[in-house]
């Protein structure tokens, strides 16, 4: 009668019978043993599950929408999926896990948002190289890759090669080095991945593009043909398509045919001006799960 009818306490004891102390303690007893439970649902509650189902629907991923409030800046709304991601990790990992990891801005949030808990035995790889024209970049690739050994107390395995090659023979002769082989093969175990989305316009800057791994030269060139992000350092255009660019011939990162092998693979956004390159990913095929931020999730679905 007051949850279902809206009767107040006054009516129901006038029609009962009974106090009005009386019915306020039955109905205090029924939330009490169970028999009532409330659940409240956020305003923007039913908006995020609907962008769930059409995200699932439309790509064949386990989607997961993190809801943002309109003045969150980009950070804070990569901070929000961020966390939700790394719930998500942290829940698959175990004892016998090995978990490749691609370094960049995102997965740096990720590796922040770890909490903490031994998981011995666990093995870290890193799925790209990182070293650039200078040199440089291998302390901040490794940086994430480190966090979360430590966190779970976990064996690090990083990959001490360019991001880029500047011969396809290089690439294809290292490949032929124990050193990296033994990388190689490690990465071809994992049974998860992480990863997310570089963007030449990502209002929170993605690494590879903010730090001078690429000339204007090349990066005219990519802009040219069509490239609006990557996965793993593998250059996508719009379509999810890869295979012709010739960076990608180059690039040390497992290119989606790759990655598909990997039995769970977790793509991570946040940020309308993400949601070309994270869209461009679902499209080559390479997440089975995705956690977005509302305005990243909006951005993918819009045609």
């Given amino acids: ?64 929408v993190v809801p943002v409030a309109p003045t969150m800046d980009e950070r804070e709304r990569l901070d929000a999926a961020a966390q939700e991601a790394a719930a998500l990790i942290d829940s698959l990992m175990d004892t016998s896990t090995v978990m490749g990891i691609a370094w960049g801005t995102t997965m740096t949030a990720v590796a922040d948002a770890i909490r903490p808990r031994p998981v011995p035995g666990a093995r870290i790889v890193q799925l790209n190289g990182a070293i650039d024209s200078e040199g440089a970049g291998f302390d901040y690739a490794t940086a994430a890759i480190s966090r979360l050994a430590q966190k ?73 043909d069509g490239v609006v992000g990557d996965v793993c350092t593998i250059a996508l255009r719009a379509d999810g398509s890869w295979r012709d660019i010739e960076l990608n011939r180059r690039a040390t990162g497992p290119n989606p045919d790759r990655l598909k092998r990997i039995p769970r693979r977790i793509l991570v956004g946040a940020g309308s001006s993400k949601a070309r390159a994270l869209r461009a990913a679902l499209l080559a095929g390479v997440a089975t799960d995705l956690v977005v931020d509302e305005s990243a999730a909006a951005g993918i679905l819009a045609d």
């Fill in 1 to 64: 009668m007051y949850y279902q009818d809206g009767i107040t306490m006054e009516a129901i004891a006038d029609r009962t019978g009974q106090s009005r102390s009386t019915i306020s303690r039955l109905l205090r007893d029924a939330r009490a043993h169970g028999l009532v439970t409330i659940t409240l649902r956020p305003p923007g509650q039913q908006r995020v599950q609907a962008l769930q189902v059409r995200l699932r629907d439309r790509f064949g991923v386990s989607a997961t």
């Fill in 152 to 224: 779970w107390d976990a064996q690090m395995h990083p990959f001490a090669v360019p991001a880029f090659f500047d011969y396809e023979d290089t690439r294809r002769a290292m490949w032929r080095e124990r050193s990296t082989r033994r990388i190689l093969d490690l990465q071809n175990r994992t049974s998860i991945a992480a990863f997310g989305a570089g963007a030449f316009d990502s209002a929170v800057p993605s690494h590879v593009y903010a730090s001078g791994y690429f000339t204007k030269e090349v990066t005219e060139q990519l802009q040219a």
